[in-house]
């Protein structure tokens, strides 16, 4: 299928580039002291990614353990309330374990530190979702979690915190 110049039969095939670029978007800045970090786990990734234990492992976690996929849920009455004309619908990502679709890329993250031999996974988050997915993810996985945020930040997510620290983790202000 081509939309807009793009072909999505192969676009995944060329991209991203090895400088993590879409064509003219994206990239990363990344700190010169976390670069080797980074290279090691693009390097797992990529010898990871396509191994059928990995990809069976992971599924079964998310269908297991998230509750995926979730499901796709009419919105009746704010369709009616348009007068019918057009009908709505909602993916429900919030009833992915922990609240969110941020457990998504957690559990593939946890997934692969444990196929690294990692004991320990770390994030940075503002409003706290990110954090409480990724412990939610070290949980299950017995591993070690940091999660960073500022310290206004902590006191404003509280409720965030507190479930990051039942979970396991570590909260740094």
Known sequence: ??????????????????????????????????????????????????????????????KEFQGRPTPVTHLERLSDSLGGKVQLYAKREDLNHS????????????LLAKYMGKKKVIAETGAGQHGVALATAAAYF???????????DIKKQAPNVARMKILGANAHG
């Not at 017995?142 to 206004?152: A, F």
């Open 1 to 62: 299928m081509i939309y807009n110049g793009i072909d999505f039969d192969t676009y995944y095939n060329n991209y991203p580039d090895k400088n993590g670029y879409f064509g003219k978007y994206g990239g990363v800045y990344i700190d010169d002291k976390l670069k080797a970090a980074m290279a090691e786990i693009t390097e797992a990734y990529f010898s990871i990614c396509q191994s059928r234990k990995f990809i069976a492992e992971l599924r079964r976690i998310r």
């Open 142 to 152: 017995g591993l070690e979690c940091d999660i960073y945020m500022g310290t206004v």
């Open 99 to 110: 609240g969110a679709h941020k457990l998504n890329h957690c559990m593939g993250e946890a």
